[in-house]
């Protein structure tokens, strides 16, 4: 009898199995490929009204905090080439990891340079073009309560200071660099730090969000906040900016079209885009001091 | 107090003057509750409040937003779509598996249940990592990758890492409402001459329905709350795999903030609706 109580089971196992197989399916069908679920999606209007793409599609792995120039970017691209990019958003760490792990994709946008020396390390890329600069500034929560108008402000009493954990984004690797540079003790800071972020998008949250009142933050990262806080700005050189860098991978199947990408991202329609999203592009002009300038 | 006067607990602390214990046995569960209700209250607070430039709701302004709305809306589409197949391809792995567990003295039992556990276990970016491994780089996963069923950065990616986890919730929840069905009903049908298969189908199955439905229920929940192992595996490209958890992180991580709060009322409004759903049909208590 024990063994006739198997039937059931494996009459089971059979119907997951032929479900699995009915899904296999999916990309028989014709234009199904990789959309067994619901159609993709236009991402903007502009792409909606493009011609077919040209039949190639690059795979983009970017910085999730760099999406929204991409994003516009990728549709103009699409509509002048014809060529298609999809676009993975994730913390540059999880796509360093994807890369490593699917070793599939063309190519690689992390949010701060420091992953891309890793990727670099690793050999995973064929080419890579610095795009635009991050330069640090000092976020605050708006109308600046604390009155902070230096970095050695950030070590008054009573002042909440939010930090980038050092070991996980360049934004916190940049923070004791430039306390470093600055001659400010880090343990000085630290009696004022509250909390390590993981990313430079966290960090804009916490001040955002009452969490923290000041931090050390990228500038193009801190223009997204501007609602609710404000920046301030102080002297920056090359060695205190971090270059976004973007880099063609080696698995990439079309390294001609991802190269004509990157040059499109660094041609003069890319760098107005940009611009736009309040990115600096020289440092000689950084986004800070605000021009008054705003979309 | 009514409520609670009425409730098993206080009727099994005996009908004396007892306030003192009903009160310290209640606060704890006032307190948590008021907690919960107080985050939720403040989100949607802070979500309505006026824009300092405009003046209007941040509310209205999301709403007003085409592109965002168009956004959410695919992403709760394709939440919905996607969840569904992941709880009913886990329910239907896990009538059979939690009966064998529940009924059969299956070899190497003790292990199996624990290999069942360790997708729960394990942190979900990491099982997100190890599905990304598999897929890509073992053997069988890219024969799987090749010939059954391309997974990596798809939308059936979304399926497999849902799936991957949620399985083990719907092995708990089913194996539990079968435990709770007497096995000698079953002996009695078979000693009557019904068939193993015939007496799993007319006395087990239908005496654990609801306990099964409940099941389907959270595994459902469970898989349209799943985010870094969707991540990982389907990747987070907007407009092909952005379920909303991953709409909630994209926001989160452009300086949208109210856009995710936005996100995570929605979800907390469905995760509501499927509890009641779950209670209803008698899942309290049913799962560990």
């Keep these: ?295 | 107090m009514g409520a609670l006067d009425s409730s098993p607990v206080t009727d099994a602390l005996g009908g004396r003057s007892d306030r003192p214990l009903r009160w310290g046995i209640s606060l704890p569960l006032v307190a948590y509750v008021a907690l919960i209700v107080c985050v939720l209250t403040a989100n949607v607070v802070w979500l309505a409040r006026p824009h300092p430039d405009t003046g209007q709701s941040y509310l209205a302004s999301l709403y007003a937003n085409d592109a965002l709305r168009g956004e959410i809306g695919y992403a709760l589409k394709l939440s919905m779509v996607s969840s569904l197949i992941s709880a009913i391809i886990a329910t239907l792995l896990a009538i059979p598996s939690a009966y064998a567990l529940s009924r059969l003295r299956v070899p190497f039992r003790a292990l199996i249940d624990t290999i069942v556990d360790l997708p729960l276990v394990i942190p979900p970016l990491i099982a997100g990592i190890a599905l990304l491994l598999f897929f890509r780089q073992s053997g069988m996963g890219q024969w799987i990758e090749n010939h059954l069923l391309p997974v990596v950065y798809t939308q059936q990616g979304i399926v497999v890492a849902q799936f991957f986890i949620a399985s083990a919730f719907a092995i708990r929840a089913v194996k539990a409402a079968f435990d709770q069905v007497n096995p000698r009903f079953e002996a009695v049908a078979r000693s009557l001459g019904a068939s193993g298969l015939h007496a799993f189908v007319t006395i087990s199955l239908p005496l654990a329905k609801s306990g099964v439905i409940a099941g389907f229920i959270m595994t459902w929940a469970r898989a349209i709350g799943e985010f870094a192992p969707i991540m990982m595996v389907a990747g987070s490209t907007p407009g092909k795999t952005n379920v909303l958890p991953i709409s909630a992180f994209l926001n989160m991580s452009a300086g949208n903030v109210e856009a995710a709060i936005a996100i995570v009322v929605l979800m907390v409004a469905i995760a509501a609706g499927t509890l009641v759903l779950f209670k209803q049909l008698g899942g309290q208590g049913y799962i560990w």
Aim: proline residues 7%.
């Design chain 1, 1 to 295: 009898m024990p063994n006739r109580a198997w039937i059931v089971p494996t009459l089971f196992a059979c119907g997951v199995l032929g479900i699995l197989l009915v899904g296999g399916c999916c990309r028989l069908l014709p234009g199904a490929d990789q959309t067994c679920l619901l159609p993709t999606a236009p991402q903007s209007a502009t792409e909606a009204q493009s011609a077919p793409a040209a039949g190639q599609s690059l795979f983009l792995y970017c910085g999730a905090g760099i999406r929204k120039p991409v994003e516009e970017i990728n549709a103009l691209f699409e509509q002048q080439t014809g060529v298609r990019v999809e676009p993975t958003f994730t913390g540059s760490g999880c796509a360093l990891a994807q890369i490593e792990m699917a070793q599939k994709g063309d190519l690689f946008m992390p949010g701060e340079d420091w992953f891309m020396e890793q990727a670099v390390e690793r050999g995973r890329i064929l080419e890579r073009r610095t795009v635009a600069y991050f330069v640090p500034v000092i976020m605050v929560q708006r109308g600046n309560p604390h009155g902070i108008q230096e970095l050695d402000d950030l070590l008054k009493p009573g002042v909440r200071v939010g930090v980038g954990e050092p070991k996980a984004c360049a934004i916190g690797h940049f923070t004791v660099k430039l306390m470093e540079l600055e001659k400010i003790p880090w343990d000085e800071l630290g009696r004022n730090v509250v909390a390590h972020f993981a990313t430079a998008p966290e960090l804009g949250n916490a001040v955002k969000l009452k969490a923290v009142d000041a931090c050390i933050q990228w500038d193009s990262i801190a223009a997204l906040y501007l609602d609710d806080a404000e920046v301030v700005p102080f002297a920056v050189d090359e060695e205190t900016s971090s270059a976004i860098t973007l880099g063609v991978l080696k698995t990439s199947k079309q390294p001609e079209s991802a190269r004509s990408y990157l040059q499109f991202m660094e041609g003069p329609e890319g760098q107005r885009i940009f611009r736009k999203h309040h990115f600096t592009l020289d440092l000689e002009d950084p986004t800070f001091p605000w021009d008054g300038e705003r979309d």
